[in-house]
């Protein structure tokens, strides 16, 4: 039995990976980068946000923020309501290892701080607070945001409310089940910016895109991470970036940002970064 589960856990392993080469080579093939732009508004948020320097402080605070965590040797038990990982087999787990492994990666961290910085959004939304790696980002983004972030798992949560602790800034956090706490998180609010890095489950991810559209104004943003995960992931984007309230959506291999601007026609960009 054991042989069989190792065996089946390399052998799905490695489809994914066949899988995620086809989708980055086909994404390469695709891709653009300011030069290919046309959008007034899309060309401005490439050349000064996509493509911008992150402030050298911000940097520095993120980096301080993860080197916490890729010291601490403390196991813990993940609970998984998604799709699981691909590095990791059981649920016991090194805090290190989730920060090197499953963690948002630095050059996304500085991606996700300019791209707050820039639009400057007043209420954040984060579907997947994990260890705060991504929550921390949006505050360095824009210190002065109140910041809601959900977590499904109470013991990673419990390492990030030690982070938040430490690094002084206290964003709301709810622990639970996404179908029990997004209701609730949405219900008579309305959110700026949105970013959903919990579950990578096609159908989850469209009925989390689907919730939010209640809680959004014509400026907000919306994105949604490793959108090329799975196959079905990429039905759900596809099925996103199609929906009719959505006027401008990019591709970024990686994540999937989307617009509700009534006044811009409706394009679907992919921008290498």
Avoid at 53 to 70: A, C, D, M, P, R
Avoid at 134 to 150: D, M, R, W
Wanted: with cysteine.
């Amino acid at each position: 039995m054991l042989y069989f589960n190792n065996f089946s856990f390399k052998f799905v392993l490695k489809l994914l990976v066949i899988q995620k080469f086809k989708s980055y080579f086909t994404f390469l093939l695709k891709s653009t980068n300011e030069h290919g732009v046309h959008s007034p508004f899309v060309f401005n948020l490439v050349t000064q946000c996509f493509y911008a320097i992150t402030n050298l402080e911000q940097i520095s605070s993120f980096l301080s923020y993860k080197k916490e965590l890729i010291f601490n040797k403390e196991k813990i038990i993940i609970t998984d309501f998604g799709a699981g990982s691909n590095y990791f087999k059981g649920n016991e787990r090194l805090i290190s290892a989730i920060a090197k492994n499953a963690g948002i990666s630095t050059k996304r961290a500085l991606f996700l701080i300019r791209l707050v910085q820039y639009f400057k959004p007043k209420n954040i939304l984060e579907l997947g607070t994990s260890l705060g790696l991504s929550t921390y980002c949006l505050h360095l983004g824009n210190p002065k945001a109140s910041i809601q972030t959900l977590e499904g798992c109470i013991e990673t949560s419990k390492v990030a409310r030690t982070q938040f602790d430490k690094f002084k800034f206290y964003p709301t956090l709810t622990i639970g089940n996404f179908k029990e706490t997004l209701p609730f998180a949405l219900q008579n609010k309305t959110f700026d910016f949105i970013y959903i890095d919990g579950n990578h489950q096609k159908e989850a991810t469209i009925s989390y895109f689907e919730q939010c559209l209640k809680s959004i104004n014509n400026d907000s943003i919306i994105i949604f991470d490793d959108i090329h995960w799975s196959k079905g992931m990429e039905e759900a984007w596809e099925i996103i970036q199609k929906n009719p309230l959505v006027t401008v959506s990019i591709d970024t291999y990686q994540w999937g940002i989307i617009f509700f601007r009534k006044e811009q026609e409706k394009e679907h960009f992919i921008i290498r970064i």
